[in-house]
């Protein structure tokens, strides 16, 4: 469906948020962080069972809420435009890719729901924030169009900004079209040898914070290129992991969902999902491949080891500024483990680890990978719990009490966290904004009362089409298949949420209500035509 062939009209006629009263607007908003990492899996860290030491994120667990059903839309750019919005990617523009900064057209591809930036007809949160009063910061992984200073970040609601507008970039050495920005401009690349996005990225948003003279509130969006490939890390951290993974995927997995168990986490009747096909046990690895890919986790260890590091600079700030209680911290990972190019052992040579003139797909393998999203099944990109929960940790003392420590079974997605920060900012969602332009309908709902009390709500449906793969979920049952493919399979998350027992013989006619659903918001939603 194209602009011109649909109508934007009865967009004004949706309801949509009121504007608070003066008496309905919190006396003290609180200052809110969105903490975004990004290709990590369910599982590296503590929190999730990871063995990777996490002390700071553990911290934020222990004193507030875990979501145990928390999802992304499985690829980076989809999912940074429908946190942003609060829609679904489609109807921002971002249904696939965002622009790359080589190939300005490529992933523009005629159609509204594929145009590989943000639109005019949605508003990001810092848009919105703004009308609050709240200042805006934003450093780290834009992903969301980059051609046309229009669609970059300052020309989006945030005061200031420090980062990269494209994908993947080098963290020694950011450069070319996919080298740093300071608010609306281009940087040289780093001449500092001790350079490392991660740090960079933290100890500018601590200047923001810093160089604030007033006391109203801030919203932080701080999104981590790490541990995305390349795997890129400081020599000093690689260390503390190099002994670390020579015991194996196999291993890593087992004690990763024996820790889950017990924690919690998930249901102990649930299978571990079957080592990828693609992936040998460990033991048939060779010496020299069993080394070289121990050493791969090794730096990706690594990477997400100073992403907790950072957090904890960034907690140090609010405590010494006393604003911890009055801080919303919200922390997420962007989509399911990376298994990009498909090899087992990683990919590019091994010489391209940590240099820092490349920015390429240098990876820890499909065997990692399988391992980072312990228990499920599959990867990034694909709509099977593997490729779209995230772990999510809420941390709000002020509001988070009664919760605080426990885990929270209330489904839940990023199209949650817009309506989450309206309710508690008290800040009116439009229905128009850029010079008028109408401004879609809200699809989440507010995770206010689930944070405060625990109360789970009922939602009637969740959406995912990413890159030909689609799935809807309804109560606990979810069903996915491809475009391509005219079979359904369907899943009782509840029984088997890693996905090993298709139920779609068993319950035909729930499977012709989630296909008749799935097209039906397939076609509303912009994800329909494609090209």
Same mark, same amino acid.
């Given at each position: 469906?194209?602009?011109?062939?649909?109508?934007?009209?009865?967009?004004?006629?949706?309801?949509?948020?009121?504007?608070?009263?003066?008496?309905?607007?919190?006396?003290?908003?609180?200052?809110?962080?969105?903490?975004?990492?990004?290709?990590? *899996?369910?599982?590296?860290? *503590?929190?999730?069972?990871? #063995?990777?030491?996490?002390?700071?994120?553990?911290?934020?667990?222990?004193?507030?809420?875990?979501?145990?059903?928390?999802?992304?839309?499985? @690829?980076?750019?989809?999912?940074?435009?429908?946190?942003?919005? &609060?829609?679904?990617?489609?109807?921002?523009?971002? *249904?696939?890719?965002?622009?790359?900064?080589?190939?300005?057209?490529?992933?523009?591809?005629?159609?509204?729901? %594929?145009?590989?930036?943000?639109?005019?007809?949605?508003?990001?949160?810092?848009?919105?924030?703004?009308?609050?009063?709240?200042?805006?910061?934003?450093?780290?992984?834009?992903?969301?169009?980059?051609?046309?200073?229009?669609?970059?970040?300052?020309?989006?609601?945030?005061?200031?900004?420090?980062?990269?507008?494209?994908?993947?970039?080098?963290?020694?050495?950011?450069?070319?079209?996919?080298?740093?920005?300071?608010?609306?401009?281009?940087?040289?690349?780093?001449?500092?040898?001790?350079?490392?996005?991660?740090?960079?990225?933290?100890?500018?948003?601590? @200047?923001?914070?810093?160089?604030?003279?007033?006391?109203?509130?801030?919203?932080?969006?701080?999104?981590?290129?790490?541990?995305?490939?390349?795997?890129?890390?400081?020599?000093?951290?690689?260390?503390?992991?190099?002994?670390?993974?020579?015991?194996?995927?196999?291993?890593?997995?087992?004690?990763?969902?024996?820790?889950?168990?017990?924690?919690?986490?998930?249901?102990?009747?649930?299978?571990?999902?079957? @080592?990828?096909?693609?992936?040998?046990?460990?033991?048939?690895?060779?010496?020299?491949? =069993?080394?070289?890919?121990?050493?791969?986790?090794?730096?990706?260890?690594?990477?997400?080891?100073?992403?907790?590091?950072?957090?904890? $600079?960034?907690?140090?700030?609010?405590? =010494?500024?006393?604003?911890?209680?009055?801080?919303?911290?919200?922390?997420?990972?962007?989509?399911?483990?990376?298994? #990009?190019? %498909?090899?087992?052992?990683?990919?590019?040579?091994?010489?391209?680890?940590?240099?820092?003139?490349?920015? &390429?797909?240098?990876?820890? *393998?499909?065997?990692?990978?399988?391992?980072?999203?312990?228990?499920?099944? #599959?990867? $990034?990109?694909?709509?099977?719990?593997?490729?779209?929960?995230?772990?999510?940790?809420?941390?709000?003392?002020?509001?988070?009490?009664?919760?605080?420590?426990?885990?929270?079974?209330?489904?839940?997605?990023?199209?949650?966290?817009?309506?989450?920060?309206?309710?508690?900012?008290?800040?009116?969602?439009?229905?128009?904004?850029? #010079?008028?332009?109408?401004?879609?309908?809200?699809?989440?709902?507010?995770?206010?009362?689930?944070?405060?009390?625990?109360?789970?709500?009922?939602?009637?449906?969740?959406?995912?089409?990413?890159?030909?793969?689609?799935?809807?979920? $309804?109560?606990?049952? $979810?069903?996915?298949?491809?475009?391509?493919?005219?079979?359904? =399979?369907?899943?009782?998350?509840?029984?088997?949420?890693?996905?090993?027992?298709?139920?779609? &013989? @068993?319950?035909?006619?729930?499977?012709?209500?989630?296909?008749?659903?799935?097209?039906?918001?397939?076609?509303?939603?912009?994800?329909?035509?494609?090209?």
């Amino acid at each position: 469906m194209s602009l011109k062939q649909h109508s934007f009209a009865f967009l004004l006629s949706l309801s949509f948020w009121s504007i608070p009263s003066e008496s309905s607007r919190p006396k003290s908003p609180p200052n809110i962080v969105l903490i975004m990492v990004d290709d990590m *899996g369910w599982s590296d860290i *503590g929190p999730y069972g990871g #063995e990777i030491p996490t002390p700071n994120l553990d911290r934020l667990a222990k004193n507030g809420l875990r979501f145990k059903q928390f999802y992304n839309t499985g @690829r980076c750019c989809p999912t940074r435009a429908s946190l942003l919005t &609060g829609l679904y990617p489609h109807q921002t523009g971002v *249904g696939h890719m965002a622009e790359d900064p080589e190939s300005p057209d490529q992933h523009q591809w005629g159609t509204y729901g %594929y145009q590989g930036f943000l639109n005019r007809n949605c508003v990001t949160l810092a848009e919105v924030l703004k009308t609050q009063d709240y200042h805006t910061y934003m450093v780290g992984k834009w992903h969301v169009g980059m051609h046309g200073a229009e669609k970059r970040p300052l020309q989006r609601g945030f005061d200031r900004y420090y980062g990269h507008l494209a994908g993947a970039s080098s963290y020694f050495k950011p450069q070319g079209g996919r080298g740093l920005w300071a608010d609306n401009q281009k940087l040289d690349p780093p001449n500092d040898p001790n350079y490392y996005t991660t740090d960079a990225f933290t100890d500018q948003a601590l @200047r923001f914070l810093q160089e604030q003279k007033d006391d109203k509130p801030f919203f932080l969006y701080m999104a981590y290129n790490a541990p995305h490939w390349p795997l890129h890390a400081k020599p000093a951290d690689i260390a503390k992991f190099k002994d670390s993974y020579h015991q194996g995927w196999d291993v890593v997995r087992n004690k990763r969902l024996s820790k889950q168990v017990q924690m919690g986490l998930i249901d102990p009747n649930w299978a571990l999902s079957a @080592r990828d096909k693609r992936v040998r046990p460990w033991d048939q690895l060779s010496q020299n491949e =069993q080394d070289s890919v121990a050493y791969r986790m090794a730096v990706y260890a690594a990477q997400v080891y100073a992403v907790d590091a950072n957090i904890g $600079k960034l907690l140090r700030h609010l405590e =010494q500024k006393r604003q911890m209680d009055n801080t919303l911290i919200l922390f997420l990972s962007d989509n399911g483990a990376c298994a #990009e190019n %498909y090899h087992e052992l990683g990919s590019q040579p091994f010489q391209r680890i940590n240099d820092p003139n490349y920015s &390429g797909s240098v990876s820890y *393998g499909i065997g990692w990978a399988n391992a980072s999203n312990t228990p499920f099944f #599959e990867y $990034k990109v694909k709509p099977y719990e593997g490729g779209i929960a995230t772990p999510m940790i809420a941390h709000y003392p002020r509001l988070i009490k009664s919760q605080r420590g426990k885990f929270s079974n209330q489904v839940a997605h990023l199209i949650d966290i817009m309506p989450t920060l309206l309710q508690l900012s008290g800040t009116s969602y439009p229905s128009t904004f850029h #010079e008028g332009k109408p401004i879609q309908k809200l699809e989440g709902l507010s995770l206010v009362d689930n944070l405060k009390t625990g109360n789970v709500q009922s939602r009637p449906y969740l959406f995912w089409e990413h890159q030909g793969y689609c799935a809807i979920r $309804k109560g606990d049952f $979810k069903a996915v298949k491809s475009l391509e493919d005219a079979n359904w =399979q369907l899943y009782d998350l509840k029984k088997d949420r890693t996905e090993q027992h298709d139920l779609a &013989g @068993r319950y035909p006619v729930l499977v012709q209500e989630l296909n008749e659903k799935w097209n039906a918001w397939a076609k509303s939603h912009y994800v329909l035509p494609k090209r």
